[in-house]
């Protein structure tokens, strides 16, 4: 599938809630990127699980700066998309167990901590690996690779 596709259709069903939190997406998408093992809704659902997640991030957050930034790209044999956040950033020790069923991290418990288990789940499933680290705005960066199909797009 098209993971380009996928990242759209997720700005387009929570792109409003978001504009409404304050909160600026931006995305750089490479457009040569190949597609990817998996189906579209559940590269959607990656999308949705990780922006829904900064949004929640964003309520923890005293930030009047909000900013989300999207990027895939390709990296040798793999896709790679990146959703990064200026929110609050994870705590080390919460980070062992950020993708097991039922943990959050926010403490006003939204949701009930399945979502990046649903991410993790799906990428998986697809041959990939997840990853989340703090980055240099304060804020976090999941990062998913997807092994690609074929070479790059003309």
Same mark, same amino acid.
């Given at each position: 599938?098209?993971?380009?596709?996928?990242?759209?259709?997720? %700005?387009? %069903? %929570?792109?409003?809630?978001?504009? /409404?939190?304050?909160?600026?997406?931006?995305?750089? #998408? @490479?457009?040569? #990127?190949?597609?990817?093992?998996?189906?579209?809704?559940?590269?959607?659902?990656?999308?949705?699980? %990780? #922006?829904?997640?900064?949004?929640? /991030?964003? @309520? +923890?957050?005293?930030?009047? +700066?909000? +900013?989300?930034?999207?990027?895939?790209?390709?990296?040798?044999?793999?896709?790679?998309?990146?959703?990064? @956040?200026?929110?609050t950033g994870i705590e080390e020790e919460a980070k062992e167990h950020l993708f097991e069923p039922f943990t959050t991290t926010k403490l006003h418990s939204e949701g009930m901590g399945l979502g990046l288990t649903i991410v993790q789940s799906i990428v998986s499933g697809s041959g990939g690996n997840v990853d989340v680290r703090n980055n240099e705005w304060g804020g976090a960066t999941f990062r998913i690779e997807l092994p690609a199909l074929g070479p790059e797009k003309e």
């Open positions: 599938c098209d993971l380009n596709r996928a990242v759209r259709e997720a %700005l387009a %069903l %929570l792109g409003s809630q978001m504009a /409404a939190r304050g909160i600026r997406v931006s995305t750089r #998408l @490479d457009h040569q #990127l190949p597609e990817v093992m998996g189906n579209e809704r559940g590269m959607e659902e990656i999308a949705i699980n %990780l #922006l829904v997640n900064a949004m929640q /991030a964003f @309520d +923890e957050s005293t930030r009047t +700066e909000r +900013e989300v930034v999207i990027t895939t790209r390709r990296e040798g044999g793999w896709v790679v998309m990146e959703v990064a @956040d200026n929110a």
